[in-house]
Each structure stands twice: as C-alpha cells, then as structure tokens.
C-alpha cells in the first residue's frame, strides 16, 4: 500500500547545491494534476517551474515562500490518489525522517543559523497563523527577513528594519512588506499587488564596517560566487589562447542604418556580429564544439550565448539555431533575454547550450579586451567599440570606422590554425556585411 512522501528540492542545474524556493502555486491541502506547477524556483540566474509528475494533493508545505533550501531537502508533504488517509502529519512526518528529534530555542537557532549561512525557514514548516502578531521575536541588534521579503521591500522603497516580521522567529516574509506596503499607501494591501519577485538575489548590500584605514565590505551574492566558481573553473581547466582582429566598419554600420531607416524596432550592431558569428561557425564548423569527456562535440547548428549585464551580476542566455534566425529575430530575442535577465525571469533552459558566446563592451566605449570562456563553451567573443581612426586604404591615409575583436579559444577542443581561420572569415564577414545575410 502507498503512502504519503516528501517532496524534495530538485537539482535544477548542475552545480546549484540550494535554491531559493520563490513562491507557491498550490495551497495547502490543494489538489493539483499532473503537469501542473506545484512551485516557482529561483536559482542565481534562472526562474524554474517544478511540475507535479502525478495527480496529488500537498498535506503540509515544509517551507515557507523565499526560503533558500539545500538540493534534496524537503519542501512539502504530499499525496497520491488512493493513497490511505493522513490522519496525523506530525507522526508520518516523523515516520519519514523529517525534522531534528530536539531544537534549540528560536533565538539560539536563528543566530546560529545566521552566523552559518543557513536560512532558518528552511528547517521550518510555514507558519499558518494570518494575524499581525509575530510569531517569535527577532534578537536584537539583527534583522531576520526572507532574500523575497528583502528584495520587494528594496523595490518599493521600504526600510526593511521597520516591517513587522510575522514568519518563523519573528522572520520578515513576503506578507508582511505587502501589508507595510498597504499600510504605507493608505489602503488595504489586497489593492497594492507586488510583482513577484524575480531573481535569486538581494542586491549586496553597502556594510561599513570598522577599521582605522577604512573600507567597506559588500556580501557576496549568490550569482557573484556562482560567476567566481564558473569562471575559476573555467581558467584553471580550459587552457586559453587568444585570436584578434580588426575590421573596417563602415560598411557595417552603412547596412545597420539602411536596415533601420523607418523601423522602429532598432537592430543594434551587436545583432549583426552574433549573426556574423553564426555565419563564420558555418563556413568554420571545427568552431563549433566542445571538450567533453570522451569527445569534441560537434554541432550542426549554431546556438550563441550572449552576455548581458544585471544589478547582481553577468547572465548569458542562449539564442537557438542563430543559423536560421533573421537580424529582427535575433534583435527581438536578445531584448527580450535582456530585459528578462535584470527582472531575473530567465528559465533555466535559456542559459544551456551553445559552442560560443559574444560579450560587447563597445558601447560603453571599450576599445579592446578579452574575456574568459563561459563552461563548456569552446570559445568567447569580445567585441569593442567601433571608433573612428586613420586607416590605410589603396596606399592612402584615410579615416575610417574600426573594431576589435578578440577570441578567446580553449585550445583543448580547438587548434589554433583553425581559430585563426575563424578569425579571418569573421572579419571578412564585418567588411563585406552582405554576406552576413547571405
């Protein structure tokens, strides 16, 4: 006979050993079908939808919303239909292993947890009370509040030491900013909906601390030590070498603005590079792989990452088939990653995939640098900005329109004969942009 199980926190991602559990999408003691989404996840860069894989109803929720918890922990009680009445959740939870046989006090726990780097709420079943009295209280001196509570309170201007925390040991949740939010307008909080809160992290906050030299100290957020981890990664087991070049623009910037003239969805000119980029992996195909294991994997199409910058860190969502994509596509696509990327909607099937990136800092007038590659990409594309300069052109001193370029190459899955290959067709496709479209 079947009985009622835990459901556990997912790995969503390769390497995330906790997530941010954003928010419910079932009530307790709700029925839900299978397929349906049972929860909202947040990792560092990604929203993630978990969805039920049989018919259920959820017994207890073991977390509350904004809790960061551990892959693999609990996170709720559920049951399948024809499963035998529940009729004491306290001892099946108990028969199932879930909870610690004895608990410190709540101030004990909250300032161990705190000092370890553990989120308490994640050890606790959600509170079920709905008043405005706390449940526990708050040691002095710290303020104990959900990454969620934290963000929405920071979105809508509110100092998040004065909201009354109404979570596990005085804790401050979701709830209890948009009741602040409420009262602070003057109307009930049901009239002041908050958006759902989009990435995994609270901006870092600024933290003086005490010292003769001064100086300040800024937490690491979760995507910032994610960036650190990969990119460490990456340098210490991808052996770089690096491919420039620099290409006569004029002509490019010549079909940009005849492909805009009466538009008024814009194409950039890092739309046509990462259309260039794909066009060159085709001619180029020893481009575009990987190191695997036990094999360079080789593509038949082209998926690209492309680097965009947020409040917490760098995210690289990944176009698809760029091969096939037109210049709009690709232009409507990247403006949509990046206007999803710093609300922290991006799902996690969208930073997956791809051979390459391409990260631009020429429109903030870098002239020239390098970057490191992005796991398990084969290489990185730097783009510059494109300056006016003297040039050469038939014997004669001219000004002209140039951009670098520089590639980086993990040298394990690539030679250095076919990046410099690369290299050359990708700047022969900038000069002549014709072909780009070809």
């Known amino acids: 006979m079947t009985m009622a199980e835990l459901l556990r926190m997912p790995e969503v991602a390769a390497g995330v050993e906790s997530v941010v559990l954003s928010s419910w999408s079932v009530a307790q003691d709700e029925a839900f ?8 996840l947040e990792t560092d860069k990604a929203v993630v939808d978990v969805e039920a894989e049989s018919d259920g109803v959820v017994l207890r929720k073991l977390v509350v919303e904004g809790a960061d ?13 024809g499963d035998p009445t529940v009729t004491d959740i306290d001892a099946l939870l108990s028969e199932l292993g879930y909870g610690a046989p004895s608990a410190p006090s709540t101030q004990q726990a909250s300032d161990s947890s705190a000092d370890a780097g553990i989120d308490q709420a994640a050890l606790m079943h959600e509170p079920t ?14 303020v104990f509040a ?20 109404t979570g596990p040991g005085g804790r401050i949740i979701r709830r209890d900013v948009e009741r602040a939010l409420g009262e602070d307008a003057g109307v009930p909080e049901q009239a002041q909906p908050l958006p759902r809160a989009a990435s995994a ?16 100290d800024i937490p690491h957020t979760r995507l910032r030590r994610s960036i650190a981890a990969r990119l460490t990664e990456s340098k210490q087991t991808a052996p770089h070498f690096y491919v420039r070049g620099t290409a006569h623009v004029d002509r490019l910037l010549q079909l940009r603005e005849e492909i805009n003239t009466g538009e008024a969805a814009r194409i950039s000119v890092n739309d046509l ?3 260039a980029v794909a066009r060159a992996h085709l001619i180029v195909p020893a481009l575009n792989v990987i190191w695997t294991a036990d094999a360079v994997r080789m593509f038949d199409g082209v998926d690209i ?42 799902q996690q099937h969208e930073l997956i995939g791809g051979s390459v990136s391409v990260t631009n800092l020429g429109m903030i007038g870098t002239e020239e640098f390098s970057a490191i590659i992005n796991p398990p990409h084969a290489t990185i594309l730097a783009v ?28 394990r899955p690539v030679d250095g004969l076919d990046a410099a290959t690369w290299m050359k067709t990708f700047i022969g496709l900038l000069e002549c942009p014709a072909k780009i479209l070809a």
Not at 385 to 393: D, K, S, T
């Open 273 to 275: 590079v990462v259309k």
């Open 305 to 346: 990452g492309v680097a965009i910058a947020t409040d917490t860190g760098l995210v690289a969502p990944v176009l698809r088939s760029v091969e096939s994509m037109s210049i709009r596509e690709i232009s409507a696509t990247v403006r949509d990653y990046s206007a999803r990327a710093k609300e922290g909607r991006l």
């Open 201 to 216: 992290e609270t901006p870092p906050t600024m933290a003086r601390m005490p010292s003769e030299a001064g100086f300040s």
């Open 69 to 81: 918890v551990p892959v693999g922990d609990p996170i709720a009680l559920v049951a399948r239909p």
């Open 384 to 411: 510059g900005a494109a300056r006016q300069e003297p040039i050469v052109l038939h014997g004669e001193i001219a000004v002209g329109t140039v951009m670098r370029v520089t590639l980086s190459v993990d040298h």
């Open 129 to 142: 009370s709905t008043d405005d009295t706390p449940v526990g209280s708050v040691p002095s001196g710290r």
């Open 33 to 40: 079908s299978e397929k349906d989404v049972i929860a909202v």
């Open 146 to 165: 959900s990454p969620l509570a934290r963000r929405l309170a920071r979105q809508s201007g509110l100092a998040i030491a004065d909201i009354a925390g």
